[in-house]
């Protein structure tokens, strides 16, 4: 079955950066866009950035230039490089399969970013 295993966040002063990584199993990874979302409390989930199978980019206005979304499809992952972070970027960040529309119905844990000073 499909897993999405995040890991990467934690807490971090406004203007700094974290790496967050998504592993995935149980399908074919290379073939699909991979996307990272992230949904604050109180907040609808939001998409921050894809990445396509082509290895083409595509950001969240509130994100361009600061976040930067890459793969390794050898090793089931996508990253999300967040720099100059913000205490609105604060959120539970998730990866899965799509675009704005999540491909799998199924959800990692994932991973808390907390921006603070």
């Known amino acids: 079955q499909v897993q999405l295993v995040e890991s990467g966040g934690g807490l971090v002063q406004p203007g700094g950066s974290l790496r967050l990584s998504c592993t995935a199993s149980?399908?074919?990874?290379?073939?699909?866009?991979m996307s990272w979302y992230r949904q604050a409390p109180g907040k609808e989930r939001e998409l921050v950035a894809t990445?396509?199978?082509?290895?083409?980019?595509n950001y969240a206005g509130s994100v361009k230039g600061r976040f930067t979304i890459s793969r390794d499809n050898a090793k089931n992952t996508v990253y999300l490089q967040m720099n100059s972070l913000k205490p609105e970027d604060m959120a539970m960040y998730y990866c899965?399969?799509?675009?704005?529309?999540?491909?799998?119905?199924?959800w990692g844990q994932g991973t808390q970013v907390t921006v603070s000073s």
């Open positions: 899965n399969a799509g675009t704005a529309t999540p491909y799998f119905a199924s």
């Open positions: 149980g399908f074919s990874f290379s073939f699909y866009s």
């Open positions: 990445i396509t199978n082509y290895y083409n980019t």
